[in-house]
């Protein structure tokens, strides 16, 4: 029995070293980008160490005291706040038709919101600016959030007609036999039940808008430019020269994806585990 044991602990062990391994390696790129961003350039092109030799915190300094870092941080911000709001607002009642209801030609136009979302953002560029400018919205929030949602709102309706469909309908019924409103059943019966699928939807809306360049770069000119676009113009104008400084900027851009996972936490993983993507 004690054999047995033995065999069993050496096996899990055995087997626990291959994620193990795998989390270390995917570790040692973001490790490096802290690293650098507490070292000068000139240490980082000159020297290849595990530790920085001379510590500074000059590189965040730049970033806080000049507003063309900070802002773009709270630009990036505004509209992926927007665009994850817009999508889930959107994706709910969506959701809940084809959860409930049967009508023509409805798992057709099911099928074609995945495909739609498969889209490259690049082709899609063009007519939005032509668009948003005949708008006069270029240069706007709600701009680059509308066009996150052509993308996000497909994904969050699949998702969401999942958790839905989780929703025995005589839970419907029976709130509707109780007097409950359609409103009033959705604010306060299914909406809390399918809180673990609105929390992952909104984690994979945020993650896109987030990190999604194209579409936020070429709809903003001056007052909303995001993170992303300030660190790539900044790389070409300074030749890569500035390598501490678009590190520290990369280290910043990584906080908030971290605080989004930290308070859906228990959303995404009760999410992943009950709900069911078709």
């Known amino acids: 029995m004690n054999s047995k044991r033995s065999h069993r602990y050496r096996s899990s062990a055995q087997y626990s070293v291959v ?26 092109r000159s020297v290849f160490s595990l530790f920085p030799q001379k510590f500074t915190l000059r590189n965040y300094q730049v970033i806080f005291s000049d507003p063309s870092w900070y802002l773009s941080y709270v630009n990036a911000a505004i509209y992926v706040v927007l665009n994850v709001c ?23 136009l099911f099928f074609w919101f995945l495909v739609s979302r498969m889209t490259p953002p690049a082709v899609l560029l063009v007519p939005f600016v032509q668009i948003f400018s005949q708008l006069n919205l270029i240069d706007t929030y709600i701009a680059v959030a509308i066009a996150h949602c052509m993308f996000n709102v497909p994904i969050a309706v699949w998702i969401l007609e999942g958790f839905i469909s989780a929703v025995p309908p005589e839970l419907d019924e029976s709130a509707m036999i109780d007097g409950y409103s359609k409103p009033a059943y959705f604010r306060k019966i299914l909406l809390p039940v399918i809180a673990p699928g609105i929390g992952v939807t909104a984690f994979f809306c945020f993650m896109f808008s987030w990190i999604e360049l194209l579409l936020a770069n070429g709809l903003t000119t001056i007052d909303t430019k995001p993170i992303g676009a ?49």
């Open 230 to 278: 300030v660190m790539g113009r900044a790389g070409g104008l300074l030749g890569g020269m500035q390598i501490g400084l678009l590190s520290a900027a990369s280290v910043l851009t990584l906080i908030p994806g971290l605080m989004m996972i930290f308070f859906v936490r228990k959303h995404i993983a009760r999410g992943l585990s009950l709900g069911q993507v078709k």
């Open 19 to 44: 994620p193990l391994v795998y989390v270390i390696l995917l570790m040692i790129p973001v490790y490096w980008l802290i690293n650098m961003s507490f070292q000068s350039t000139q240490e980082i």
């Open 86 to 108: 817009l999508s889930v607002v959107v994706a709910i009642p969506a959701a809940y038709a084809f959860s409930r209801y049967r009508f023509a030609g409805d798992r057709h």
